[in-house]
């Protein structure tokens, strides 16, 4: 959600937005194929600094700085799949496939790598000036410094985390 308008986000590149509260939602048009199946598939969505981000399959990344009406894709870091998309502290962090992390502080025109180990990350939130990424095995890794450095806490559980949230 930014600047009034519902963004999601799904398979073959599609995008719905509404305006109005949710109350009705239009199709926005990516220019994305639908083949080969899972190349366009998106995974996650964020907004910040009058942009949003969406990730997905096969390192896609893009972006809309016109509340979700149109979508111009970003040069992608690598070929690992991303499952999820944040922002703070000015800086959009995307996690996703074999422990992939990548940064950009530039409202996501350009993106660096950074990687937390092997495990997937499924999902990725901002708060009280931390990242907090979940992951499989119950992985959980947190970066102090605007995702530049990661570290791992305990979770006390093996089974994948698949969400995270931040709510005051």
């Given at each position: 959600?930014?600047?009034?308008?519902?963004?999601?986000?799904?398979?073959?590149?599609?995008?719905?937005?509404?305006?109005?509260?949710?109350?009705?939602?239009?199709?926005?048009?990516?220019?994305?194929?639908?083949?080969?199946?899972?190349?366009?598939?998106?995974?996650?969505?964020?907004?910040?600094?009058?942009?949003?981000?969406?990730?997905?399959?096969?390192g896609?990344?893009?972006?809309?700085?016109?509340?979700?009406?149109?979508?111009?894709?970003?040069?992608?870091?690598?070929?690992?799949?991303?499952?999820?998309?944040?922002?703070?502290?000015?800086?959009?962090?995307?996690?996703?496939?074999?422990?992939?992390?990548?940064?950009?502080?530039?409202?996501?025109?350009?993106?660096?790598?950074?990687?937390s180990?092997?495990?997937?990350?499924?999902?990725?939130?901002?708060?009280?000036?931390?990242?907090l990424?979940?992951?499989?095995?119950?992985?959980?890794?947190?970066s102090?410094?605007?995702?530049?450095?990661?570290?791992?806490?305990?979770?006390?559980?093996?089974?994948?985390?698949?969400?995270?949230?931040?709510?005051?």
């Open positions: 959600f930014g600047n009034s308008t519902f963004v999601a986000v799904g398979d073959y590149g599609k995008i719905v937005r509404s305006v109005n509260n949710g109350s009705s939602w239009s199709n926005v048009t990516t220019g994305d194929s639908p083949y080969p199946y899972g190349s366009n598939n998106l995974r996650g969505v964020t907004f910040g600094n009058n942009t949003f981000v969406a990730v997905g399959y096969t896609k990344i893009i972006r809309s700085t016109d509340d979700g009406s149109s979508w111009d894709n970003v040069t992608k870091v690598d070929n690992d799949n991303l499952y999820g998309v944040t922002f703070g502290n000015n800086t959009f962090v995307a996690v996703g496939e074999d422990g992939r992390i990548i940064i950009s502080e530039d409202n996501g025109t350009s993106w660096t790598s950074s990687s180990g092997d495990e997937t990350l499924n999902g990725v939130t901002f708060e009280n000036n931390i990242f990424a979940v992951g499989e095995d119950g992985r959980i890794m947190r102090f410094d605007n995702g530049s450095n990661w570290s791992s806490s305990t979770s006390r559980t093996t089974n994948d985390l698949n969400g995270v949230t931040f709510g005051d």
